[in-house]
């Protein structure tokens, strides 16, 4: 017997998708701008820092590249209410994307940042910049327009890894399929869907971010 789509069935839960995508777009802009925040701090202590804070860093890099996302969620929304600290689902998402994200793109910001001429440190200390200063204005700026394609690319696999915030009843795309699914019996209608979706927010993702970096790096050529 042939397949028979049904579509119809999945329109009148398109409230819970507008909801869905509105919170998976949550979910990466707020993750992305602070897990990139906490990326370039991060890179900026294994490379520039003082020698002390590159042992922690570096364990916080290694500890969260090496585990699955879905156990560092489940650590900080089931585990640490053990110790007195009670988050909601979207504060516990957020969380961990954007610890996740930080530990990511701390190793990408990081390959920027030692492709940079020695001379380029070398004329920030002639101008009696500190290694702040210089890093701020000399070295971070050409470091970005360098990766920022890899930068990014971590940033959409972030948002596909947001929907296994739905194991925690975030309502997402992904929280919506299933919850479609389970009341209509179309899985293939509603995950067709929801595959198109995450595509379509992926591809304006990469639209954002180029715009974005033409933004911020108008006319500027990476120093070889």
Same mark, same amino acid.
């Given at each position: 017997m042939a397949y028979v789509f049904d579509y119809a069935a999945i329109i009148p839960y398109a409230p819970l998708i507008a909801k869905g995508v509105g919170i998976t777009v949550e979910l990466t802009v707020v993750g992305g701008v602070l897990g990139v925040g906490l990326g370039?701090?991060?890179a900026w202590a294994r490379s520039l820092g003082p020698k002390w804070l590159r042992p922690p860093v570096s364990l916080y890099v290694e500890m969260i !590249?090496? *585990?699955? =996302? /879905?156990i560092q969620l489940f650590f900080i929304f089931f585990g640490l209410p053990s110790t007195g600290l009670q988050l909601?689902?979207?504060?516990?998402?957020i969380l961990a994307m954007v610890i996740? /994200?930080?530990?990511?793109?701390?190793?990408?910001?990081r390959a920027g940042i030692e492709a940079t001429p020695r001379g380029q440190f070398e004329a920030g200390a002639s101008l009696a910049m500190t290694r702040i200063q210089t890093f701020r204005h000399v070295v971070l700026m050409p470091a970005l327009q360098r990766i920022w394609p890899a930068l990014t690319s971590q940033i959409v696999i972030v948002m596909f890894g947001s929907a296994v915030c739905s194991q925690i009843a975030v309502e997402d795309? *992904? =929280?919506a399929a299933q =919850?479609?699914?389970a !009341? *209509? =019996?179309?899985?293939?209608?509603?995950?067709i869907l929801a595959t198109i979706l995450y595509l379509l927010l992926a591809l304006l993702l990469r639209q954002v971010m180029r715009g974005l970096g033409s933004l911020m790096f108008p006319r500027r050529r990476v120093a070889r």
């Open positions: 370039i701090a991060c !590249r090496n *585990t699955p =996302f /879905l909601g689902e979207m504060q516990a998402a996740n /994200l930080g530990a990511y793109s701390c190793e990408i910001i795309i *992904t =929280f =919850f479609i699914q !009341r *209509t =019996f179309r899985a293939f209608e509603v995950y």
